[in-house]
T-cell receptor, first 113, second 115 residues
């Protein structure tokens, strides 16, 4: 069973701090990785995608991928109360199972003013 | 606002009813998906359509019947549901399911309650 694991949290950080969210995956052949943000009662919103080792930055968000360690992370700099949400790590299956996103359980982030 | 539109936003139905959920996208995507999400859980894949053909069925009970009339539309027909089927039903689309760098974009979902 291919798995994606995240700490469920809740992760609590003060406003202005860096929030660090982590994810590991079991399928070494995985090639595509995504972070979704989901506010309570809403649908998942894509915030980052990463496909190669290293860092990818977009505004206050940085995604990091290490395929050798099967590890992907999301850093949120200058955290704001509006960042409080559940963050879902997702890994895309390849080949015939392409498009089948495997989600982690999600990490609940709370940013305190 | 999302570019994947789902209707209705909310639906309450009895166990003997027949209803349909609708999804529409105009991004030219060729893959469309139905996911089910229970509270405090991640989305679970139900069906994948690729180029209007059913590609993946995750062993979903037959009381859920998907339909893809054309590349922009996706329906989910519901019949004889159980209370445990109450959940948020999410539609998503992507450019091409076989392209790994083709992220899914979700609609706002339909909140379904089965009484």
């Amino acid at each position: 069973q291919k798995e994606v694991e995240q700490n469920s949290g809740p992760l609590s950080v003060p406003e202005g701090a860096i929030a660090s969210l982590n994810c590991t995956y079991s399928d070494r052949g995985s090639q595509s990785f995504f972070w979704y943000r989901q506010y309570s009662g809403k649908s998942p919103e894509l915030i980052m995608s990463i496909y190669s080792n290293g860092d990818k930055e977009d505004g206050r968000f940085t995604a990091q991928l290490n395929k050798a360690s099967q590890y992907v992370s999301l850093l949120i700099r200058d955290s704001q109360p509006s960042d409080s949400a559940t963050y879902l790590c997702a890994v895309n299956m390849d080949g015939n199972q392409g498009g089948k996103l495997i989600f982690g359980q999600g990490t609940e982030l709370s940013v305190k003013p | 606002d999302t570019e994947v539109t789902q209707t209705p936003k909310h639906l309450v139905m009895g166990m003997t009813n027949k209803k349909s959920l609708k999804c529409e996208q105009h991004m030219g995507h060729r893959a469309m998906y139905w996911y089910k999400q229970k509270a405090k859980k991640p989305p679970e894949l139900m069906f994948v359509y690729s180029y209007e053909k059913l590609s993946i069925n995750e062993s979903v009970p037959s009381r859920f019947s998907p339909e893809c009339p054309n590349s922009s539309l996706l329906n989910l027909h519901l019949h004889a549901l159980q209370p445990e089927d109450s959940a948020l039903y999410l539609c998503a689309s992507s450019q091409d399911r076989r392209r790994g760098n083709s992220p899914l974009h979700f609609g706002n979902g339909t909140r379904l309650t089965v009484t």
